[in-house]
Nanobody, 118 residues
């Protein structure tokens, strides 16, 4: 069974930085999957924050553009989210997602808490 495990969340002050990691295990052809980071704040819908395709194309939600950077390392089956200039509005549980429509696959991680507060 494919497993996605997020790490790197925690408590950080406004203006600070965090780097989230997502480790994929028990997965074949990781390089063919599109990867995304989602977040869900209390009382709000889950939203796509950043994505990176199998072809290394990236996309970002407007509020994080210029502050967040998504990247992947296919040799390590890893995807990362570098978060800079964090704001209290970034507080949420962040989830990693891996999808491949041709293979009919869609996987989610368990989430990691990010709290931005003084």
């Amino acid at each position: 069974q494919v497993q996605l495990v997020e790490s790197g969340g925690g408590l950080v002050q406004p203006g600070g930085s965090l780097r989230l990691s997502c480790a994929a295990s028990r997965i074949s052809f990781f390089n063919l999957y599109d990867m995304g980071w989602y977040r869900q704040a209390p009382g709000k819908e889950r939203e796509l924050v950043a994505s990176i395709t199998a072809g290394y194309s990236t996309d970002y939600e407007d509020s994080v553009t210029g502050r967040f950077t998504i990247s992947r390392d296919n040799a390590k089956n890893m995807v990362y989210l570098q978060m800079n200039s964090l704001k209290p509005a970034d507080t949420a549980v962040y989830y990693c997602r891996s999808t491949n429509s041709r293979l009919g696959r869609d996987y989610w991680g368990q989430g990691t808490q990010v709290t931005v507060s003084s």
